[in-house]
């Protein structure tokens, strides 16, 4: 068997995620899980606070003129929601609708945009994409301006002064691994799921065929006006690289296609590349005599969007994995019959 020794730089967000993980050992680790664990009793009195003046309707939430649907999760990111808003946008788009999304933008500002938003409009050129974290606004804006009759609220579960007709929730993981902040990952906790019309797994494996999924699925390889196979990646020595919330889901796609991640690199979330990241990459890749440096669609996007490119005459190629959402039957038909449902039943409403 051919050994390929891997070479791992971690930047700096991944001795947090190591501590709460339990990675982390001694007594200084074990101190600091004794704090957060302390700190998550006030965080969770919070959020049940700010959960009952809601439901209690003591905090008003406000209705869009069009319905409202809303993909969100309770964890930290890293389940999905954005292929997931493209794949509802589509099947909105396929039942006869006109959507537009609503998005806070996180980390993007006018000259560089959020990666979410980036990659709406790479994958949805036709549809509006209104950034604001004053949902309401949002709301107001999009169907003034725009000729839409439904709106998909991107990660917005926890949005609650935006009333929605269709509540979709993410789990990109068991419940009995939740832990809530700053213990953990998660921002709401188990009994949230109750306010949920939908929840949907993400994780793997469909051990349940009773339960909804749907699975990020890698589809091909992209670069500037390039696309190759998946089946490239066999035993291609490879350095992948990212700034999302879970690396490890992406690097285990890589190598269930076949590709020896022989370097790596993890930048925090949301992380903005600039010239000399990838010059640094870029060695790296060559030290690790990688012939391919393959990164995701959000960070790809964002490398477009400034106009970064790789060092030419590089042996080594960068390129991203594309992805999308691939639901079970079972979800499918669910998500359809609640869509339809949905509109009917504002229609009727409308007509009174």
Known sequence: MDLVARRTITMPNRPYLDII??????????????????LTLPYSLAVHLRNILYDLRILPSYSAEVPVVCVGNIACGGTGKTPMVIALVKMLQELGHRPAILTRGYK????????????????LPDVPVVVNP????AAKAAAKQFDIDVLVMDDGFGHRRLSRELDIVLLAEPLEKLRLLPRGLYREPASSLKRADIVI???????NPD?????????????TGQEIKLQHLQDKKVLAFCAIANPDSFEHTLTQGG????????YPDHHRYCRRDLDELARLARSSQCSLAITTMKDWVKIQHDQL???QQDPCSLWALDIEMTFSDQTRQLLQAKLKALFAGH??????
């Open 21 to 38: 993980n339990g990675l982390h050992k001694g007594i200084i680790a074990s101190l600091a899980r004794a704090l957060l664990s302390a």
């Open 259 to 266: 590709a020896k991640l022989t370097a790596q690199r993890h």
């Open 309 to 311: 490119t790789w060092p």
């Open 211 to 223: 339960e909804n999924y749907a699975v990020r699925q890698p589809t091909q390889l992209v670069s």
């Open 347 to 352: 229609l009727a409403v409308g007509d009174l």
């Open 201 to 207: 797994r993400t994780h793997e494996p469909l051990d």
């Open 134 to 137: 004053d949902r309401v606004s």
């Open 108 to 123: 993007g500002s006018a000259e560089k945009p959020a990666d979410e938003v980036l990659l709406f409009a790479q994958s």
